[in-house]
T-cell receptor
Framework: GESVGLHLPTLSVQEGDNSIINCAYS??????FIWYKQESGKGPQFIID???NMDKRQGQRVTVLLNKTVKHLSLQIAATQPGDSAVYFC?????WGGGFKTIFGAGTRLFVKA | DTAVSQTPKYLVTQMGNDKSIKCEQN?????MYWYKQDSKKFLKIMFS???????INETVPNRFSPKSPDKAHLNLHINSLELGDSAVYFC???????????????FGEGSRLTVL
């Protein structure tokens, strides 16, 4: 069946260090993989996505790596800041009707220590 | 000028009652969604409408009934509320696939439902 999971439920990093959040998936038919950030009391917010035929995509301070061989996705945050403290979700996305079906992983809580 | 707005933000009610949550988006998107987030933060798709047509209906009890009067609104009505319905319900929207969207979801702030 479809599933998107995480290796670590919580991650604690020192401010200024780099963070790596990992995710495993089992459905190879997804079109896109997406990372979302959810701050306390808010809805998830899009960070970055990667098409299923790509290996790497970079944004501002974030990099997403996709390893289709082992069905692994990671989000790297450079120079982690206190404002990065949140729950991070990986998600896989497939076209569905005129829209999309997005399946979320369980989430990783990132704590940034000052 | 909130992009995706949900009301109410908090809802506390007794078991057996019927309640509704409303959602509106002003982004001009064609597709809207309802997600349920449980106490462990797990997000699960419930329903999706594309231009008022139901396209996703996951295994959700019949007590849950979505309604989309137009493509900018998607409401969720819940009958005979149960303790297990307590959760945060998120509305989201996205551009249509054929308009070049990669499926980025724009979420509301959530509606926390507590059933006593």
């Amino acid at each position: 069946g479809e599933s998107v999971g995480l290796h670590l439920p919580t991650l604690s990093v020192q401010e200024g260090d780099n963070s790596i959040i990992n995710c495993a998936y089992s459905n190879s038919a997804s079109d896109y993989f997406i990372w979302y950030k959810q701050e306390s009391g808010k809805g998830p917010q899009f960070i970055i996505d990667i098409r299923s035929n790509m290996d790497k995509r970079q944004g501002q301070r974030v990099t997403v790596l996709l390893n289709k061989t082992v069905k692994h996705l990671s989000l790297q945050i450079a120079a982690t800041q206190p404002g990065d403290s949140a729950v991070y979700f990986c998600a896989e996305n497939k076209g569905w009707g005129g829209g999309f079906k997005t399946i979320f992983g369980a989430g990783t809580r990132l704590f940034v220590k000052a | 000028d909130t992009a995706v707005s949900q009301t109410p933000k908090y809802l506390v009610t007794q078991m057996g009652n019927d309640k509704s949550i409303k959602c509106e988006q002003n982004l001009g998107h064609d597709t809207m969604y309802w997600y349920k987030q449980d106490s462990k933060k797990f997000l699960k798709i419930m329903f999706s409408y594309n231009n008022k047509e139901l396209i996703i209906n996951e295994t959700v009890p019949n007590r849950f009934s979505p309604k989309s009067p137009d493509k900018a609104h998607l409401n969720l009505h819940i009958n005979s509320l149960e303790l297990g319905d307590s959760a945060v319900y998120f509305c989201a929207s996205s551009l249509r696939r054929d308009r070049g969207s990669t499926g980025e979801l724009f979420f509301g702030e959530g509606s926390r439902l507590t059933v006593l």
